[in-house]
């Protein structure tokens, strides 16, 4: 992969990592739950896993699980689960307490995550099948490159989402507002379950 194309790749990576997803709703939560020194452990754990599923999307993983009916229904499914199971969690968050001491997702969750989010699946089959050129690079090395850049771009994009959560739990103190903060992102995140059924 030469300079040009590491550099649009890694664009590529960044915008598809900072635009609205499951992935960035959790890291905001965590964000206003915990804050961000004690949440960074979230924006880790997506990065570093959407940089796993890019490599193995790469050498055809993700067009074996696409085209295997079963095993793309039980994903969805588990993934459905888990959405509606991570904004019950959200809505029972309570207030956001001045030493941080809410509940974060922390690293093997956000890592998990993103196996299970339609967003993060619909990047990484994009992802290999626009910038893996197996013809002219070597494909281990091609694919190791892709997911090193996605997750060395992703993690500042988490990290906004961290923060944004960080300082809107700052701003949240109160009961009533944070209550509502909190019903919101639980809306958003079970709302984003249809797209998993596109």
Same mark, same amino acid.
């Given at each position: 992969?030469?300079?040009?194309?590491?550099?649009?790749?890694?664009?590529?990576?960044?915008?598809?990592?900072?635009?609205?997803?499951?992935?960035?709703?959790?890291?905001?939560?965590?964000?206003?739950?915990?804050?961000?020194?004690?949440?960074?452990?979230?924006?880790?754990?997506?990065?570093?896993?959407?940089?796993?599923?890019?490599?193995?999307?790469?050498?055809?993983?993700?067009?074996?699980?696409?085209?295997?009916?079963?095993?793309?229904?039980?994903?969805?499914?588990?993934?459905?689960?888990?959405?509606?199971?991570?904004?019950?969690?959200?809505?029972? &968050?309570?207030? %956001?307490? @001045?030493?941080?001491?809410?509940? /974060?997702? =922390?690293? +093997?969750? $956000?890592? #998990?995550?993103?196996?299970?989010?339609?967003?993060?699946?619909?990047?990484?089959?994009?992802?290999?099948?626009?910038?893996?050129?197996?013809?002219?690079?070597?494909?281990?090395?091609?694919?190791?490159?892709?997911?090193?850049?996605?997750? &060395?771009?992703? %993690?500042? @994009?988490?990290?906004?989402?961290? /923060?944004? =959560?960080? +300082?809107? $739990?700052? #701003?949240?103190?109160?009961?009533?507002?944070?209550?509502?903060?909190?019903?919101?992102?639980?809306?958003?995140?079970?709302?984003?379950?249809?797209?998993?059924?596109?």
């Amino acid at each position: 992969m030469d300079t040009a194309q590491a550099l649009a790749f890694a664009l590529f990576a960044f915008v598809a990592a900072v635009t609205p997803g499951p992935s960035n709703a959790m890291i905001l939560s965590t964000g206003a739950a915990v804050g961000a020194w004690r949440g960074i452990t979230c924006p880790i754990g997506a990065s570093l896993g959407m940089g796993v599923m890019i490599v193995l999307s790469a050498f055809g993983v993700g067009e074996i699980v696409a085209a295997a009916p079963k095993v793309v229904i039980a994903m969805k499914m588990a993934g459905s689960l888990f959405l509606v199971w991570l904004a019950w969690q959200i809505v029972n &968050a309570g207030t %956001f307490e @001045a030493d941080g001491q809410g509940r /974060a997702t =922390g690293f +093997l969750q $956000a890592f #998990l995550f993103q196996w299970l989010n339609p967003k993060g699946w619909l990047v990484a089959l994009s992802a290999g099948s626009t910038y893996l050129v197996p013809v002219q690079y070597n494909q281990i090395s091609g694919a190791l490159w892709m997911g090193t850049l996605f997750a &060395a771009a992703a %993690f500042p @994009a988490g990290m906004l989402w961290l /923060a944004m =959560g960080a +300082l809107m $739990a700052s #701003l949240l103190r109160g009961e009533r507002s944070a209550r509502r903060f909190n019903i919101v992102m639980a809306l958003a995140l079970a709302a984003s379950v249809v797209l998993v059924w596109r």
